[in-house]
């Protein structure tokens, strides 16, 4: 089963709206035509209206880079998947490992997160991903399984049909330090693997998991190509309209 690639930019706290639209305004003649692979924006909050404007029509996708998991409520700060929604974006990713990390996303809000979007139809992209520490001492894939296990808890097959899973070893991001292609493809291999378990292996086939952690336009022909990666969340390499290009144009 073939998989369309999807190639996404994680802008984080990055780009003003007028800023966005400057990228857009840029980047939409480089990447004209080109059909091979789906592309995604996850911009700011403040700039997803914007961004879903600029889009319109050119097959971009637009999504967010959080999303909360309450319906509406005493949250603030926070995003809703019917606010999300009614600005015309499609897509959110879940579980950052800078989510994680500075704000303290656990397996279980994950989870809920995912659930949600997955009930609003929005499309989820699920990072996860092993710290240094953990790769060191051999845990990679129990960390991978956890992450996995607990993201999945209570999502069926036929829900999980739109799911993407972004393998983002945390220390591979934003240090310039990528992982090789081998160890990008072991660890993909595992998480398939553990989605199979999870929810058969017909809705694993289907199942986009891109590559996070250090991509650019030097590293992508390489990683790309690889059969098991079908695309790449990319942070520091995609707030310039040319270089984020260029790795669309692997
Ligand atoms: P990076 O970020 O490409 O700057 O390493 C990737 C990410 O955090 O999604």
Request: include cysteine.
């Amino acid at each position: 089963m073939s998989r369309k690639a999807l190639i996404a930019a994680n802008w984080k706290m990055y780009k003003t709206p007028a800023e966005a639209l400057a990228f857009v305004d840029a980047f939409l003649p480089l990447i004209a035509g080109h059909t091979r692979d789906e592309i995604a924006l996850f911009p700011s909050v403040t700039s997803l209206a914007t961004v879903v404007k600029a889009v319109e029509g050119s097959g971009v996708i637009a999504g967010l880079q959080n999303m909360h998991f309450a319906e509406d409520g005493a949250y603030t700060g926070e995003t809703s998947a019917a606010m999300l929604k009614a600005v015309g974006a499609t897509h959110t990713l879940i579980g950052h490992s800078e989510r994680r990390q500075y704000f303290n996303e656990t397996d279980e809000i994950v989870n809920k997160k995912l659930h949600t979007a997955l009930k609003h139809g929005i499309v989820p992209v699920v990072c996860i991903g092993e710290l240094l520490h953990e790769r060191e001492a051999g845990h990679t894939a129990q960390v991978l399984l956890t992450q996995l296990k607990g993201a999945l808890a209570g999502i069926s097959a036929a829900a999980a049909h739109t799911l993407v899973i972004a393998y983002e070893p945390v220390w591979a991001i934003g240090t310039g330090k990528t992982a090789t292609p081998e160890m990008a493809v072991e660890a993909h291999m595992i998480i398939r693997a553990e989605l199979a378990n999870i929810l058969g292996s017909h809705v694993a086939k289907a199942t986009r998991i891109l590559y996070g952690g250090s991509v650019k336009p030097e590293n992508a022909t390489a990683l790309l190509g690889e059969e098991e990666i079908d695309g790449a969340l990319v942070g520091g390499a995609s707030l310039k309209p040319d270089s984020f290009a260029a790795i669309v144009h692997y």
